[in-house]
């Protein structure tokens, strides 16, 4: 398995750990849970960690995704982690990565 596979396998199971971890959760009861709230948090650095990993010929290949938000956002969690706002951690779970995972799927298959 090279480089690129090893992320994007690391990039798909955080996905799939922030779906998993806010099934059958509302938005108030998210904004709520801090303990979700900090797995939440945990998945987009691994997933920013992952971006960071791809060759950059790879990341060039699939402008469609966007590598450099995701970067993006690992950076204000890691270093502005005072100024994450939960609301937005809740929009980024319910539409940004399930559009992420399909993204990523499509370039398995």
């Not at 966007?66 to 779970?93: C, S």
Request: aromatic content about 8%; glycine content about 2%.
């Amino acid at each position: 398995m090279n480089r690129n596979q090893e992320a994007i396998l690391d990039l798909m199971k955080a996905c799939n750990l922030i779906i998993k971890f806010c099934t059958n959760l509302d938005q108030e009861s998210f904004l709520n849970d801090e303990k979700t709230q900090s797995s939440v948090l945990y998945q987009i650095i691994i997933i920013g960690e992952a971006v960071n990993r791809l060759t950059p010929d790879f990341i060039a290949k699939y402008p469609q995704i966007p590598f450099n938000a995701i970067r993006g956002m690992r950076n204000r969690v890691v270093h502005e982690y005072k100024e994450v706002d939960v609301q937005i951690l809740w929009e980024v779970t319910q539409s940004n990565m399930p559009e992420l995972l399909e993204s990523i799927d499509k370039l398995e298959s």
